[in-house]
């Protein structure tokens, strides 16, 4: 008789040997909410480590789903992982559904310090109800840059983080643009934690 299941069942039974287990949680701004628990074999293992879940997990609100968020281990105390925000992006799914055709889609990607001196890069879409001139999108773009410089300039990251991702950002932005142009979205579909401050714990770098 084979063998074979007998050995590939003591391989899973050593794979997890030895490993504890940790329960991770979002940050205090998002009200320090369980995402889940990971195994490791030592606590330093999961320094680093980077954790997705969608806003929904943490709002619990479905309206929130499409959102995805990334979080990263940069403590560890007893058998609980904590973690500072990493970035976000709207799901593939979700951003292909807001595309139409005879549109524009005016796209601006932009390099911000909040006020305590967090590097972040974002990413934001507004798109139009209808095709719109090269020099709208131009104006749209710079109004794009002059809100979420002047907000992460007075906002710390905590603040801003929460904003962006709750869409207060994306509204100020829709506010002004809709002055230029017809508009039927604006938001910031993805963004970045590039650096922290030096007194701050070294952000791994990441794919």
Not at 67 to 92: D, P
Not at 104 to 117: E, I, P, Q, W
Not at 180 to 201: M, T, Y
């Amino acid at each position: 008789m084979s063998t074979k299941p007998a050995k590939t069942a003591k391989h899973i039974r050593d794979k997890w040997r030895g490993k504890s287990w940790y329960m991770v949680i979002a940050p205090s701004f998002f009200g320090n909410i369980e995402l889940g628990s990971i195994p490791a074999q030592e606590e330093k293992m999961l320094i680093g480590r980077v954790v997705e879940a969608t806003l929904f997990d943490i709002t619990g609100d479905f309206s929130h789903h499409y959102l995805k968020m990334f979080f990263q281990i940069n403590s560890v105390e007893g058998k609980t992982a904590k973690t500072i925000f990493k970035g976000h992006e709207y799901s593939r799914d979700y951003l292909r559904s807001l595309v139409r055709r005879r549109t524009t889609k005016v796209d601006g990607l932009f390099n911000l310090v909040t006020k305590d001196g967090y590097k972040l890069r974002i990413a934001v879409s507004a798109l139009t109800l209808s095709r719109i001139k090269t020099s709208q999108e131009k104006i749209i773009r710079e109004m794009m840059e002059k809100t979420i410089k002047e907000k992460a300039a007075a906002l710390t990251l905590d603040q801003f983080v929460q904003e962006m991702v709750l869409g207060k950002i994306a509204s100020d932005i829709y506010n002004q643009a809709k002055l230029v142009a017809p508009l039927r979205h604006v938001g910031i579909r993805k963004s970045k934690l590039i650096s922290a401050p030096l007194q701050q714990a070294p952000i791994a770098a990441t794919a």
